[in-house]
């Protein structure tokens, strides 16, 4: 068995995603652990995480790496901000922005024991709370069900650097359960146009029904 590197801190094991584990033998959601040439690493399942099931359908700009700061918006109880951990490493840091009380216990216990894991209790429409606590950074996620996904987005932009990525999970039953998926998909990407361009378009439908997972560039 070894690990090869897909990404930056993104490693295939027998054709299953992993990270390695920044707190060993620590496990976040019940992910299975394994130690290979003295490495602990964590599966990452791709249904569990919106960004695994993209990169196993074939991401290209996956560019979350070692020591860069990322805004996760929509962090729930620390599944995939868990591995965006492992991958920025401890000179790294992710904010995570969480509305719900119940998803913000859980994921203060995995704050606790990741240091470069920040977590914000708050409202990702309400940036103005949180935004001399987030410096600029490299990447935002977003991963929030909300009808306004693209002005979410949007109004975070500006904690974004100049020609940084967003990565969002487009979910197009929480937008509008009246159109077509790919109507609500054309129109989240002219709603926030004039502040991004477009990377990259990814159909995770087989992880996640009805999901399209978007890379975009800053303008």
Not at 124 to 150: F, G, N
Not at 181 to 199: A, I
Request: with cysteine; glycine share 6%; aromatic share 8%.
């Amino acid at each position: 068995m070894d690990a090869k590197e897909l990404f930056d801190g993104v490693f295939s094991i027998e054709g299953k995603l992993a990270t390695v584990n920044m707190v060993p033998r620590r496990k976040v959601y019940g992910e299975e652990l394994v130690e290979i040439d003295g490495r602990e690493y964590r599966m990452w399942n791709p249904y569990r995480s919106k960004l695994a099931a993209a990169i196993m359908m074939g991401l290209k700009s996956m560019r979350i790496a070692e020591g860069d700061s990322v805004l996760y918006l929509g962090a729930s109880t620390g599944t995939t901000s868990s591995h965006v951990s492992d991958i920025v490493g401890e000179n790294g840091a992710v904010y995570c922005v969480e509305i719900s009380e119940r998803s913000m216990r859980d994921l203060l216990k995995v704050c606790e024991a990741r240091k470069n894991m920040l977590p914000i209790f708050g409202d990702a429409r309400r940036v103005e709370d949180y935004a001399d606590d987030v410096k600029k950074v490299d990447a935002i996620y977003e991963d929030v069900a909300a009808p306004d996904q693209a002005d979410i987005l949007i109004r975070n932009s500006t904690l974004l650097k100049k020609r940084g990525l967003a990565y969002i999970a487009i979910k197009s039953q929480s937008i509008d359960i009246s159109k077509r998926p790919k109507e609500v998909f054309e129109g989240f990407l002219e709603r926030v146009s004039g502040h991004f361009t477009v990377v990259e378009t990814i159909d995770i439908g087989r992880y996640d029904k009805k999901h399209l997972f978007v890379v975009l560039k800053k303008a």
